[in-house]
């Protein structure tokens, strides 16, 4: 049996030290923050589960990942339907025929088709997009685009649309059918008492010590040289200490306060897809269980992206070639460098996971490191 450091207990590692320990291993999960759970940590307030760290909905096409998590709690059945405000206009997402309706009176599918056609057609934009704007317009035109699309995501991005990639918007959902369901996946819902307790269930076994307000890198020549075989869910940039330069990520500032009201906006999430508001958007909690917490109290966040700094939580990192290649060189230096660590989830493989990939990618490593 190997002794195991997990860095970090979110739910990659906390998935892996879950499935190491039940093989008999013995595991240490040291966490920087003062409790376990990462992102997806949840804390009543008001009878309401909060999202600490922005709205979580978990969703995936894979049945055996959504048997494998029902195991840790009870889910509902939350449908995430998000509405957009832009400038007080509210429309349907993902675009649908609500949307299409609000927009443009249209009725049918195929006078929504003809419209979104005629505005492609009028938006004159090359054949191959270079940009995400041209993108975005190849495939949406301009209505679609100029309320739902471009406010939005140069406020998520930091950078104007004309300067993104066009791979980021490669596809976007359009739907011509009466459906305000965001995800097309089959299995989806939020645990009946949130994510925290998914989290210390995993790690609820003997053979597993939890270590909070613990940071790696105040010991890390020691925990490097304990002879145990880590998994480091951080940052891999941070872990060789930038020594190949920064990657680059966005990062999030959550303002949260409890209103007096029963209700505040009448839905979980509102994405506000202007360019002056500066948040992108706000989440009211009770929602995600059905309005479940004390009566005449509501919790709601404003999510507001920036620009990401030593010392910030990195949420987003930034797909582009200069950071593919920079992390390229990274993992290089880790086979070469870091013989014993492995680096896992969202941080160490610098690629935005959903919850479902994430514990994908961790049974995934249990495979590799059992021999299964």
């Given at each position: 049996m190997t002794d195991y450091l997990v860095v970090g207990s979110g739910l990659f590692g906390s998935t892996f030290a879950y499935e190491a320990a039940k093989r008999g291993n013995h595991v240490e999960v040291i966490e920087k923050r003062d409790h376990v759970a990462g992102n997806i940590y949840t804390k009543e307030v008001e009878g309401i589960q909060v999202h600490q760290f922005g709205a979580h909905i978990f969703h995936t096409k894979m049945k055996d990942i959504w048997e494998y998590v029902q195991q840790f709690a009870e889910f509902n059945n939350y449908i995430n339907s998000p509405?957009?405000?832009?400038?007080?206009?509210?429309?349907?997402?993902?675009?649908?025929?609500?949307?299409?309706?609000?927009?443009?009176?249209v009725r049918t599918p195929a006078?929504?088709?003809?419209?979104i056609e005629e505005q492609k057609q009028n938006a004159n934009v090359p054949e191959k997009p270079t940009n995400l704007e041209e993108q975005a317009l190849s495939l949406v035109g301009t209505d679609i685009y100029e309320k739902l699309i471009k406010g939005y995501t140069e406020k998520q991005w930091g950078r104007k649309a004309v300067d993104l990639p066009s791979f980021i918007i490669r596809r976007i959902p359009v739907r011509f059918i009466y459906d305000n369901n965001y995800f097309s996946d089959p299995y989806q819902g939020i645990p009946k008492g949130g994510y925290t307790q998914i989290i210390e269930k995993m790690l609820a076994s003997d053979l597993i010590d939890v270590k909070v307000n613990t940071d790696f890198f105040d010991h890390k020549d020691e925990y490097l040289q304990s002879g145990k075989r880590i998994i480091f869910t951080g940052m891999i940039d941070q872990f060789f200490d930038y020594a190949l330069g920064e990657l680059e990520y966005r990062s999030l500032r959550f303002e949260t306060e409890v209103k007096d009201v029963d209700n505040y906006q009448g839905n979980a999430v509102v994405n506000y897809t202007d360019a002056e508001t500066p948040f992108t958007r706000v989440i009211e909690h009770k929602h995600f269980e059905f309005g479940k917490g004390n009566k005449g109290k509501t919790v709601i966040t404003h999510e507001y992206p920036k620009d990401w700094s030593r010392g910030d939580e990195p949420y987003y990192p930034i797909d582009n070639k200069q950071n593919r290649s920079l992390y390229k060189q990274y993992t290089d230096l880790a086979n070469q460098a870091a013989e014993n660590v492995v680096f896992g989830g969202r941080l160490g493989q610098y690629r935005y996971y959903n919850m479902d990939q994430t514990i994908m990618a961790a049974l995934r490593l249990v495979k590799t490191e059992f021999g299964e």
């Amino acid at each position: 049996m190997t002794d195991y450091l997990v860095v970090g207990s979110g739910l990659f590692g906390s998935t892996f030290a879950y499935e190491a320990a039940k093989r008999g291993n013995h595991v240490e999960v040291i966490e920087k923050r003062d409790h376990v759970a990462g992102n997806i940590y949840t804390k009543e307030v008001e009878g309401i589960q909060v999202h600490q760290f922005g709205a979580h909905i978990f969703h995936t096409k894979m049945k055996d990942i959504w048997e494998y998590v029902q195991q840790f709690a009870e889910f509902n059945n939350y449908i995430n339907s998000p509405v957009a405000n832009y400038h007080g206009e509210i429309y349907n997402l993902p675009f649908n025929m609500n949307t299409f309706n609000k927009l443009w009176g249209v009725r049918t599918p195929a006078e929504a088709q003809a419209k979104i056609e005629e505005q492609k057609q009028n938006a004159n934009v090359p054949e191959k997009p270079t940009n995400l704007e041209e993108q975005a317009l190849s495939l949406v035109g301009t209505d679609i685009y100029e309320k739902l699309i471009k406010g939005y995501t140069e406020k998520q991005w930091g950078r104007k649309a004309v300067d993104l990639p066009s791979f980021i918007i490669r596809r976007i959902p359009v739907r011509f059918i009466y459906d305000n369901n965001y995800f097309s996946d089959p299995y989806q819902g939020i645990p009946k008492g949130g994510y925290t307790q998914i989290i210390e269930k995993m790690l609820a076994s003997d053979l597993i010590d939890v270590k909070v307000n613990t940071d790696f890198f105040d010991h890390k020549d020691e925990y490097l040289q304990s002879g145990k075989r880590i998994i480091f869910t951080g940052m891999i940039d941070q872990f060789f200490d930038y020594a190949l330069g920064e990657l680059e990520y966005r990062s999030l500032r959550f303002e949260t306060e409890v209103k007096d009201v029963d209700n505040y906006q009448g839905n979980a999430v509102v994405n506000y897809t202007d360019a002056e508001t500066p948040f992108t958007r706000v989440i009211e909690h009770k929602h995600f269980e059905f309005g479940k917490g004390n009566k005449g109290k509501t919790v709601i966040t404003h999510e507001y992206p920036k620009d990401w700094s030593r010392g910030d939580e990195p949420y987003y990192p930034i797909d582009n070639k200069q950071n593919r290649s920079l992390y390229k060189q990274y993992t290089d230096l880790a086979n070469q460098a870091a013989e014993n660590v492995v680096f896992g989830g969202r941080l160490g493989q610098y690629r935005y996971y959903n919850m479902d990939q994430t514990i994908m990618a961790a049974l995934r490593l249990v495979k590799t490191e059992f021999g299964e």
